[in-house]
C-alpha cells in the first residue's frame, strides 16, 4: 500500500490564532487556526463567521454533544459552559498542523475547566478537569471552514468533575 505524500507545518506555540505566522504559511491555515482559537477560548463569534461555510457540519462521538450539529452549535456550547459552569476554562495547544494538499488543518489540546459556576447537572464541584481533545477542520479552496470532527473523551471530563 502506498500512502499519499504531503506536506505538513507545524505551528509550536499556545498562540493559534492568526497573529502569529510563519511568512509562507497558507492563508487557509491562519484561518483555521484564528477559527479554533475564538472557539476554544469563547472570543467573538463575529471575528470568525466569515472564516466559516454556513452551517459547516461539527461532528464529536461524545454524548454530551450529540445536540451540536454544526461549528456555530459548538460555539454556543462552548459559551454556556464557560458562561454557566467554569468561567476559568482555558486550553493548552499541544500542536497544530497543516495538511497543503487536502487542506486540513489538525489541533491537539488540553482543555482546563474548574466546576465553579452554578450551571451543569449537580451543584458546583469546585473539581477541576484536564482532558485531551483533538480536532481536525476541511478547509475549502476559500479559505473557510466547511467541517469540523473533535474528538474528546467526555466521559473522562464528566468523572474528573464530579459528575459521573
Given at each position: 500500500?502506498?500512502?499519499?505524500?504531503?506536506?505538513?507545518?507545524?505551528?509550536?506555540?499556545?498562540?493559534?490564532?492568526?497573529?502569529?505566522?510563519?511568512?509562507?504559511?497558507?492563508?487557509?491555515?491562519?484561518?483555521?487556526?484564528?477559527?479554533?482559537?475564538?472557539?476554544?477560548?469563547?472570543?467573538?463569534?463575529?471575528?470568525?463567521?466569515?472564516?466559516?461555510?454556513?452551517?459547516?457540519?461539527?461532528?464529536?462521538?461524545?454524548?454530551?454533544?450529540?445536540?451540536?450539529?454544526?461549528?456555530k452549535d459548538w460555539y454556543d456550547w462552548m459559551a454556556n459552559f464557560k458562561a454557566t459552569i467554569a468561567p476559568d476554562a482555558s486550553f493548552t495547544v499541544k500542536s497544530t498542523t497543516w495538511d497543503d494538499e487536502r487542506e486540513i488543518c489538525t489541533h491537539s489540546a488540553v482543555y482546563h475547566a474548574t466546576h465553579t459556576g452554578e450551571g451543569g447537572p449537580v451543584p458546583a464541584t469546585g473539581r477541576k478537569a484536564s482532558t485531551d481533545y483533538y480536532y481536525e477542520m476541511e478547509m475549502?479552496?476559500?479559505?473557510?471552514?466547511?467541517?469540523?470532527?473533535?474528538?474528546?473523551?467526555?466521559?473522562?471530563?464528566?468523572?474528573?468533575?464530579?459528575?459521573?
Amino acid at each position: 500500500m502506498k500512502f499519499p505524500t504531503f506536506m505538513t507545518r507545524i505551528s509550536h506555540h499556545d498562540d493559534v490564532s492568526a497573529n502569529r505566522k510563519s511568512p509562507d504559511e497558507p492563508a487557509a491555515f491562519t484561518s483555521a487556526k484564528k477559527v479554533i482559537f475564538v472557539l476554544d477560548s469563547v472570543g467573538n463569534w463575529d471575528d470568525i463567521v466569515d472564516l466559516i461555510v454556513a452551517d459547516a457540519p461539527f461532528t464529536c462521538q461524545a454524548d454530551t454533544l450529540a445536540e451540536v450539529k454544526t461549528i456555530k452549535d459548538w460555539y454556543d456550547w462552548m459559551a454556556n459552559f464557560k458562561a454557566t459552569i467554569a468561567p476559568d476554562a482555558s486550553f493548552t495547544v499541544k500542536s497544530t498542523t497543516w495538511d497543503d494538499e487536502r487542506e486540513i488543518c489538525t489541533h491537539s489540546a488540553v482543555y482546563h475547566a474548574t466546576h465553579t459556576g452554578e450551571g451543569g447537572p449537580v451543584p458546583a464541584t469546585g473539581r477541576k478537569a484536564s482532558t485531551d481533545y483533538y480536532y481536525e477542520m476541511e478547509m475549502n479552496g476559500d479559505g473557510k471552514v466547511v467541517k469540523m470532527w473533535k474528538i474528546w473523551n467526555d466521559g473522562h471530563c464528566l468523572k474528573q468533575l464530579g459528575w459521573a
